[in-house]
C-alpha cells in the first residue's frame, strides 16, 4: 500500500531529522509520495531533493507559511519554485517576522527569570526559528519535561509568555505561493476554528485543503472533503511529522487514492 504524506518539517524549521534522515524515514514508514513543508523557509530543499532522488520517492515542493490571523492558520505552498528570488525575498521577510515574535517571548520569560537569550536557540541563520526552539531550551534545561508542557506553561495561548503570532495576511500567504507558481493549500483545517472562509480564501487564490490529517476524525474528514468539492478545491494528505522528540514523531501517511489525489499529483515530480 503506497502512502501520500505531503506535510512534513526537517531541521530547517522546527523538526528534528535533517533533511536526509527525513527521507529515510518515508521510505521506512512506506510513504511513495511525499513533500517537505518547512515553515517560511525552502532552504531544506538542496539538501532534501538529492535524498529523495536516491530514495526513489516521489515528491513535490512544499514550505508551509504562518499567518497572522490565527495560531494555526497555516498556508501550504505546493509547486513552488524553491529558488524563486521573489519567494525567498518573502520568506525571510516573513522569518523576520517571526524573529521579532520570538525575542518579546523570549523578554516575558525573563520577566519570569528564566533567562534565554536569542543566541541561545539552536536555529543557524539561514533557517526558521519558532516556538518550538524556545520549548526545545526549556527542556535541555529541565524546566519543562516536553515541548507540550512547554507551551502548556509558557508558549501556547493564555500561557504566561505567549505571544499572538505576526504572520502575513492570509491574502498575502496565498499570493506569495501563487507568484511563485504554487498552489496554495490550507493546513490542517481542524485546527483553524470559526474562522475558516473558504468561500472568501479561494477568491483570494487558494487551490486545496489538508482534509485528511491524523487530529481529523473520520466524520472529519468527510466534511472536508465535501466542502472542498463545494469550493472546487482539491485535497491534500500529510501527518505534519516534526520528528523524535516533538510529539509528533510518526511519520505514517495516508493510504494513496487517485479519486482524492489526483489533481495534487500533477505537481508531482
Not at 216 to 227: D, P, S
Request: aromatic share 8%; with cysteine.
Amino acid at each position: 500500500m503506497a502512502l501520500i504524506n505531503l506535510h512534513t518539517h526537517s531541521t530547517y524549521s522546527d523538526g528534528t531529522l535533517a533533511p536526509a534522515e527525513l527521507a529515510r524515514a518515508a521510505v521506512k514508514a512506506g510513504v511513495k509520495y511525499f513533500s517537505l513543508t518547512d515553515h517560511d523557509g525552502t532552504g531544506g530543499w538542496g539538501e532534501m531533493e538529492p535524498a529523495l532522488k536516491e530514495a526513489g520517492l516521489t515528491y513535490c515542493y512544499g514550505v508551509e507559511l504562518s499567518t497572522g490571523l490565527h495560531e494555526n492558520l497555516h498556508i501550504l505552498g505546493y509547486g513552488v519554485n524553491p529558488a524563486d528570488p521573489a519567494l525567498n525575498a518573502r520568506l525571510a521577510e516573513f522569518r523576520g517576522r517571526r524573529v521579532v515574535r520570538i525575542k518579546k517571548i523570549l523578554e516575558l520569560l525573563r520577566g519570569l527569570g528564566i533567562e534565554i537569550a536569542f543566541e541561545d536557540l539552536p536555529v543557524p541563520g539561514n533557517r526558521t526559528v519558532g516556538r518550538p526552539q524556545v520549548a526545545d531550551v526549556l527542556r535541555a534545561r529541565k524546566v519543562v519535561s516536553n515541548r507540550s508542557q512547554a507551551f502548556k506553561r509558557y508558549l501556547g495561548p493564555g500561557a504566561a509568555a505567549y505571544v499572538a503570532p505576526n504572520g502575513p495576511p492570509v491574502e498575502e500567504a496565498i499570493r506569495a505561493v501563487t507568484d511563485a507558481g504554487g498552489k496554495a493549500v490550507l493546513a490542517h483545517p481542524g485546527a483553524v476554528g470559526k474562522v475558516i472562509d473558504l468561500g472568501a480564501w479561494k477568491d483570494m487564490g487558494l487551490a486545496g485543503i489538508e482534509a485528511f490529517y491524523p487530529a481529523h476524525t473520520g466524520a472529519a474528514t468527510r466534511e472536508f472533503v465535501a466542502l472542498a468539492a463545494r469550493h472546487g478545491l482539491f485535497v491534500t494528505a500529510g501527518t505534519d511529522f516534526h520528528g523524535p522528540g516533538t510529539e509528533r514523531g510518526d511519520m505514517g501517511g495516508f493510504e494513496y487514492q487517485e479519486e482524492y489525489f489526483s489533481e495534487i499529483r500533477k505537481l508531482f515530480i
